[in-house]
């Protein structure tokens, strides 16, 4: 219950900017720690070991970082989508 709250209220949109944006899945980082695998809301990246070496090796800093206007927008966008 808590790990769904969670990816719905702060995961899910950046997961979504990730996406929409074509970056790598950050949200591939956050796992369960008795699997080391990110949940079932996850589906920015098939192959998570690869998905996560993405994220590593992305030059973050190359971007500007996102508004929270901009991860709100994101939000919004999902849940008109459900």
């Given at each position: 219950?808590?790990?769904?709250?969670?990816?719905?209220?702060?995961?899910?949109?950046?997961?979504?900017?990730?996406?929409?944006?074509?970056l790598p899945g950050l949200?591939?980082?956050?796992?369960?720690?008795?699997?080391?695998?990110?949940?079932?809301?996850?589906?920015?990246?098939?192959?998570?070991?690869?998905?996560?070496?993405?994220?590593?090796?992305?030059?973050?800093?190359s971007l500007?970082?996102?508004?929270?206007?901009?991860?709100?927008?994101?939000?919004?966008?999902?849940?008109?989508?459900?």
């Open positions: 219950m808590f790990h769904d709250l969670l990816w719905e209220a702060f995961l899910d949109p950046i997961q979504r900017y990730c996406i929409d944006n074509k949200t591939s980082l956050f796992v369960s720690e008795i699997s080391g695998y990110p949940g079932e809301g996850f589906i920015a990246g098939e192959d998570v070991p690869k998905t996560q070496a993405e994220v590593f090796n992305f030059d973050w800093f500007k970082s996102p508004a929270p206007e901009d991860i709100k927008k994101e939000r919004k966008m999902n849940h008109s989508k459900t």
